[in-house]
């Protein structure tokens, strides 16, 4: 089975977005983590506003 070139681009602009989809959401959630715990932290050393 041999895919020609533009099938090639096709699907591997499909596989690429998949990945960058993928990679956002580990980045969204690991951001949103260190932020609870930044916030918490703030919290402690100065008090909530």
Same mark, same amino acid.
């Given at each position: 089975?041999?895919?020609?070139? #533009?099938?090639? @681009?096709?699907?591997?602009?499909?596989? #690429?977005?998949? @990945?960058?989809i993928i990679v956002s959401i580990i980045v969204f959630i690991v951001l949103a983590g260190s932020r609870k715990r930044l916030r918490r932290k703030l919290d402690d050393e100065?008090?909530?506003?």
């Open positions: 089975m041999s895919f020609t070139p #533009g099938e090639l @681009l096709f699907y591997g602009g499909i596989a #690429g977005m998949v @990945l960058v100065y008090g909530e506003n």
